[in-house]
């Protein structure tokens, strides 16, 4: 991405934080700052945070509030058996924006709503990060 200094987006989608191994680097300040520089004005950045063992929810809101961005999350868990022989399964998604308007639409969805995690926490940079400040310690959540 970072190669590509002309190219500019109107949604960028990291969908890299389901496995054991999450990529701290995808996560941090310099990495939204890359991501923001790569965004047409208008545009969104797309979080899939579906993790059975971190909250990264937390991670994104405190991303968030610190870029001075408008996040919305939608935990959308509840999925039939049928959706799920149809391929759909439960997700958790993060959007992060500076368009008030895209924020107010999703937000009208009635399925998208603000963190509901601390925006004040640490924020992960090159040189930060908690793993272990995120993990679920009281046991998996769905995925």
Excluded at 114 to 142: E, K, M
């Amino acid at each position: 991405m970072a190669r590509e200094a002309g190219a500019r987006f109107d949604l960028l989608v990291l969908d890299a934080f389901s496995s054991d191994a999450v990529p701290v680097h995808l996560l941090t300040r310099e990495a939204v700052e890359l991501y923001r520089q790569r965004l047409n004005p208008k545009g969104a950045l797309a979080f899939h945070i579906s993790n059975r063992f971190l909250d990264l929810e937390s991670v994104l809101a405190a991303l968030a509030y610190d870029a001075g961005m408008q996040a919305l999350a939608w935990a959308d868990l509840a999925v039939s058996d049928e959706q799920r022989r149809a391929g759909r399964f439960p997700s958790h998604w993060m959007v992060l924006t500076d368009n008030s308007e895209l924020a107010m639409a999703l937000a009208a969805s009635g399925e998208w709503q603000p963190p509901q995690r601390d925006l004040h926490g640490p924020v992960w940079t090159d040189g930060f990060s908690n793993i272990a400040g995120v993990f679920r310690w009281t046991g998996a959540a769905p995925e």
